[in-house]
């Protein structure tokens, strides 16, 4: 799951790690009188007005622009809110903007890197940090590894004092900067922790040149970017709130919804199977005789009935989708289960395009007899005895 | 001989009075494994649908049974607690079967797990008989097959008198050395990230007439319990292991790390599959562990880099999931 750039700001703030004052705005006229209020309260003309969307390359399709006046930011939030945003990332089609941040603009002395991910090899979250930052991290592990620090944190005691005031000095920061940078990485370790992350990145960590309030400069968190471990979403309410719906593939959050693990393709044969393992050696079938899947789709053990019928819904509702192939080895899921699913689903919706169902495993022989007895409603059925039998029969009815 | 299990291990299940508990429990029992109790903390004292005895505590469950093993139904919200409690009474084997558990609750308990066997043993090992070995979460189980005797109470399930099933898999598809069905007279070993791709293997073994030892599915979470080293390191040392099939997917490193363990410690057969060839990279693949990383334009955890070094191994792998049998039956020069 992706949060947009206000969420994390509200999210670090909310954990008491420093950004520069900021709102977000949905009209023109909202961001007018942003502007006045982020740059009076950080004493300064300048800001930035960047679009909130899930895609990058923002600045150079325009939809990140520092202003200096509340004319300019009134511009340039119209024209963010108007124009469908085109990037690399986004397609041609380009992404619609429905919301714009306003943030006090800072001067940068300095830009960092910080992040907290989980490491699987020595199975810890470890803190990685670098002094070169604002840029794609990747391009520093490729070019300088030397530049980027490492730090394991400990499952029980968290991130130490002692570990953090140590990668601060070898960031380089100095005097008072030293104490805030230190407190700003056990607090991102506190979050990463109270929120199930799976990767929380500031993006960049900025130090402010030196100021009378703060003559060793200020660090800020700018930029800043989470993943959260969907398996600890359930204890979330709050995270669960920032989903915004608009920016996710409508059949996927039907999927969701209905307990199933599905992700869109571009291929032409669905696929529905028990099991991600199988379901992507599934896939791999397919394309090996020469077919493309149009999905991935894991119904997993426990799906009722009723899931199964919504997952060919799901499946039969992509028009790409001429050939469907099911694939169940049954463990916790019952074969006559899914063979009743694709019978309400025929009856229901109706399968004009081929079938292709291979059932194996936990009450097998029930599910075959199921839609042998339901045949007349199933025209374009196939049943196939094997993995490989049931891939050549749909790439060959697909054509 | 077989690993990790065998027809005198007893079981307890924890979760034995939820719906995939009790269903599993009877589907043990009548495979022939000797599933001994369960637990659901507030139900001591009461029986299951078998007439098993439930206990409120694990603790309670091992003095009473003198069981060594478990598997977890309980709910991912429960599940690292539910197995710390059976680390706690000293329950050697761990199978837990819940899908769903948060990653930094599986950090914290593989860190405890750690320190408990550390501290018994000395060194980081986790699969010495007087250490705690876990497998899973988000696993299908361990089986050990055992001489069918058709004197089952199951539904097309076989009884077997020396097997032994923990967990969700489906029994008859497995195939013990003393079947008739074991025309090859050869067994082997599989270990696999993905439940049902493991009985599509487990099958393909069985119809070609190869029997399997023990069958450890080990979960597709990216923090969990026994990884694929530790399974082929027992299979190596396992008497009654002729050949070993590795099942991978995308994601992580594990399987380059196994293959590089085949090279340098590995005498027997081995055959592996990577699952994921066709997975789009960043996209999750429904298990946790599932994804290719593809951020900076470098792809990490795909199945390429994986088989690469498989082969670079010596280890035969297959080319589709049809032909994960083959590919075995070809490493043991059948």
Not at chain 1, 137 to 152: C, D, H, L, R, T
Not at chain 2, 22 to 29: D, E, M, R, S, Y
Not at chain 2, 84 to 102: D, H, M, S, Y
Not at chain 2, 183 to 202: D, M, N, P, Q
């Amino acid at each position: 799951m992706k949060i947009h750039e206000y969420q994390a700001r509200d999210l670090l703030a909310s954990f008491g790690i420093p950004v520069p004052a900021a709102r977000v705005v949905t009209t023109a006229h909202e961001a007018d009188d942003a502007y006045h209020t982020v740059t009076k309260d950080a004493g300064t003309d300048l800001a930035v007005v960047k679009a909130q969307v899930h895609a990058g390359g923002r600045g150079k399709a325009g939809f990140v622009k520092l202003v200096r006046s509340a004319q300019e930011a009134r511009d340039a939030a119209e024209f963010m809110l108007t124009n469908k945003m085109v990037s690399v990332q986004t397609g041609p089609e380009g992404l619609d903007v429905t919301r714009v941040l306003v943030a006090a603009g800072v001067d940068i002395a300095h830009e960092f890197y910080l992040a907290i991910t989980t490491d699987r090899e020595t199975r810890r979250n470890v803190m990685i940090a670098s002094a070169e930052g604002g840029v794609e991290i990747e391009q520093v592990a490729e070019s300088n590894p030397k530049a980027i620090i490492k730090e394991p944190i400990h499952p029980l005691i968290g991130l130490q004092q002692h570990q953090a005031r140590r990668l601060a000095f070898q960031l380089g920061f100095k005097g008072k900067a030293v104490g805030q940078a230190t407190k700003l990485m056990i607090k991102l370790d506190q979050l990463f922790r109270a929120k199930d992350c799976a990767l929380a990145e500031i993006n960049p960590l900025i130090l402010t040149p030196p100021s009378d309030a703060h003559p060793d400069g200020e660090v800020l968190a700018i930029d800043a970017k989470f993943q959260f471990d969907d398996n600890g979403l359930f204890r979330h309410k709050d995270v669960q709130a920032f989903r915004d719906p608009a920016d996710e593939d409508p059949s996927e959050l039907r999927a969701e919804h209905a307990g199933l693990s599905f992700i869109k393709l571009d291929g032409n044969i669905g696929c529905l199977v028990n099991g991600a393992g199988l379901a992507m050696a599934t896939m791999d079938t397919i394309k090996h005789h020469g077919g493309e899947p149009a999905n991935f789709l894991d119904v997993g053990g426990g799906a009722s009935q009723e899931a199964v019928t919504e997952a060919f819904r799901i499946i039969l509702s992509d028009p790409n989708v001429n050939g469907i192939m099911v694939n169940i080895f049954g463990g916790i899921m019952d074969c006559a289960r899914i063979a009743g699913g694709i019978v309400a689903a025929a009856k229901e919706v109706g399968f004009k395009v081929p079938l292709v169902v291979r059932l194996e495993g936990n009450n097998a022989e029930n599910g075959r007899k199921a839609l042998e007895a339901a045949a007349g409603e199933l025209p374009t059925l196939q049943a196939a005895t094997d993995l490989t039998d049931a891939a050549q029969k749909v790439v060959a009815a697909v054509g | 001989m077989a690993i990790l299990i065998d027809k005198d291990t007893k079981v307890i299940c924890q979760g034995i009075t939820g719906s995939f508990g009790a269903v599993h429990t009877k589907g043990c029992l009548e495979y022939g494994s000797k599933v001994v109790g369960g637990v659901t903390p507030g139900k001591g004292g009461t029986e299951d649908a078998n007439g098993l005895p439930i206990f409120d505590t694990v603790k309670q469950a091992v003095d009473a049974t003198g069981a060594t093993a478990t598997m977890i139904f309980v709910p991912p919200a429960f599940a690292a607690d539910a197995i710390l409690e059976a680390a706690a009474a000293e329950i050697r084997l761990i199978c837990c079967i819940t899908e769903g558990v948060p990653v930094n609750d599986m950090i914290a308990v593989r860190a405890r797990l750690d320190e408990i066997n550390l501290s018994a043993s000395g060194a980081h090992a986790t699969s010495q008989p007087n250490l705690i070995t876990l497998v899973g979460p988000n696993c299908p189980g361990v089986i050990t097959p055992g001489p069918k005797t058709g004197g089952g109470s199951g539904d097309g399930d076989p009884y077997t008198n020396a097997g032994c099933k923990i967990g969700i898999m489906p029994g008859y598809i497995h195939t013990h050395r003393s079947d008739p069905a074991c025309t090859t007279g050869k067994t082997v070993g599989i270990v696999s990230r993905s439940g049902t791709l493991t009985y599509e293997a487990v099958w393909q073994t069985s119809n070609l007439g190869i029997a399997q030892s023990t069958c450890v599915g080990i979960g597709g979470d990216p923090v969990r319990g026994l990884n694929h080293i530790d399974c082929l390191r027992l299979f190596e040392a396992d008497p009654d292991t002729d050949g070993i099939l590795m099942i991978g997917e995308i994601g992580g490193t594990d399987e380059e790390a196994a293959a590089d363990f085949v090279k340098r410690h590995v005498t027997k057969p081995v055959a592996g599959f990577i699952a994921g060839r066709t997975a789009p990279p960043g996209k999750r693949m429904g298990h946790a562990g599932a994804i290719i990383s593809s951020s900076g334009g470098k792809a990490t955890g795909t199945a390429d880099s994986k088989i690469e070094a498989m082969r670079e191994a010596g280890i035969t792998v297959a080319e589709t999931p049809a032909d994960m049998g083959k590919a075995m039956a070809k490493a043991l020069g059948l």
